[in-house]
């Protein structure tokens, strides 16, 4: 069975910086695509970076030069570290691959 | 790729059918000759979970009332008659194009 499983989440002041985790079961995240999806209160999905099995990596607009993605295979696990945080980036982030969510973790940033 | 989904809210009375239609502004008809287009649910409180995939192949524990067609560019998902278990957003997702893209969502709603 296929687990993803977030943390890093919490409540952080504009311009702060948090890193994601997202640690993966039952399947390699070296195997896959993997993606880093949130949801602002009360919106939409939106996919805001991937990173392909063959290390191709994708930044929305509205993250690029402010997030990075990363994996580490012998952990099997995937990151995303969050820099210059803006009230906007407040939202549920959830680690992704196909039909495959995590729980997600809910990153807040407030003064 | 940007993904219309339309209605964004659907109000429907239980036992009745209801339909959602989803548009990519680019074909959706992979060079492997999949379509890579798919239906998510996400309940109030709760992840995204995948119903239908690769238009209108149902996963599994999926009840029958739900049904996926389309091609190209234009999509459906239909239920058969709808139940209180089926509010939520469903939105449509497409990843024959990197990275994944989402439709806006529709809210069902029971009248």
């Known amino acids: 069975e296929v687990q993803l499983v977030e943390s890093g989440g919490g409540l952080v002041q504009p311009g702060g910086s948090l890193r994601l985790s997202c640690a993966a079961s039952?399947?390699?995240?070296?195997?896959?695509?993997m993606d880093w999806v949130r949801q602002a209160p009360g919106k939409g999905l939106e996919c805001v970076s991937s990173i392909s099995n063959s290390d191709k990596i994708y930044y929305a607009d509205s993250v690029k030069g402010r997030f990075t993605i990363s994996r580490d295979n012998a952990k099997n696990s995937l990151y995303l570290q969050m820099n210059s945080l803006r009230d906007e980036d407040t939202a549920m982030y959830y680690c992704?691959?196909?039909?495959?969510w995590g729980q997600g973790t809910l990153v807040a940033v407030s003064s | 790729v940007v993904m219309t989904q339309s209605p964004l809210s659907l109000p429907v009375t239980l036992g009745q059918p209801a339909s959602i239609s989803c548009r990519s502004s680019q074909s959706l008809v992979h060079s492997d000759g999949n379509t890579y287009f798919h239906w998510f649910q996400q309940r109030p409180g709760q992840s995204p979970r995948r119903l239908i995939y690769?238009?209108?192949k149902r996963e599994s524990g999926v009840p029958d009332s739900f049904s996926g067609s389309g091609s190209g560019t234009d999509f459906t998902l239909n239920i058969s008659r709808v139940e209180a278990d089926d509010v939520g957003v469903y939105y449509c997702?497409?990843?024959?194009?990197?990275?994944?893209?989402f439709g806006q969502g529709t809210k069902v709603e029971i009248k």
């Open positions: 690769k238009v209108s």
């Open positions: 992704a691959r196909g039909s495959n």
């Open positions: 997702m497409q990843n024959t194009h990197w990275p994944r893209t």
């Open positions: 039952g399947l390699s995240v070296s195997n896959f695509s």
